[in-house]
């Protein structure tokens, strides 16, 4: 079955399609499947690539009552070459903007601490009325007008050279 020099070879597990989720399932929560291999989808079954030195424990499963032998699985030997490799995952518990370069500093500089803010509870600060130094506003006088109000009107009635 296998040439001289077809390559490294893995052993597969062979699935029908229709019962590979569960088995897929049963190889992972073993440790059986291959790290660095993708299963091999064909159209009626997927190969499962397994992990070196899990031969003997999946053919005692094959063999036995549970998951891989109920669901028609076939060991086989197939080259290392037909299978595509997994990606590597992604690394866990770093964000890309939060790598450190080389010779630069791991903990971020200490922040400042903000130094203590009087509080004022509409009385100013401790208790007591602070002078503005601006004079006091004068009060806002209130004019009736007439519907009709014109620019002349608002000089000759509102508006005072004194008063502006």
Same mark, same amino acid.
Not at 69 to 93: H, I, M, N, T, Y
Not at 112 to 134: D, K, N
């Given at each position: ?16 399609? /229709? ?5 897929? /399932? ?38 036995? /009552? ?81 519907? /009709? ?16």
């Amino acid at each position: 079955m296998d040439e001289p020099d077809a390559g490294p070879t893995a052993l597969v597990l062979s699935v029908p399609t /229709d019962g590979a989720k569960p088995v897929k /399932d049963a190889l992972k929560k073993a440790g059986w499947l291959h790290a660095t291999l993708k299963p091999l989808v064909r159209p009626t079954s997927i190969a499962f690539p397994l992990a070196d030195g899990a031969e003997p424990a999946v053919r005692a499963a094959l063999g036995g /009552d549970g998951v891989l032998a109920s669901a028609a699985a076939a060991a086989e030997s197939l080259a290392v070459s037909e299978f595509a490799a997994k990606k590597k995952p992604p690394q866990q518990g770093r964000h890309a903007s939060s790598v450190v370069k080389k010779g630069a500093s791991i903990a971020p500089p200490p922040r400042r601490a903000a130094p203590p803010q009087e509080r004022s509870f509409g009385s100013g600060a401790g208790g007591r009325v602070s002078a503005s130094v601006l004079p006091p506003a004068a009060p806002v006088r209130r004019v009736a007008c007439p519907p /009709d109000v014109t620019h002349a009107w608002l000089q000759q009635h509102v508006r005072h050279p004194t008063n502006p």
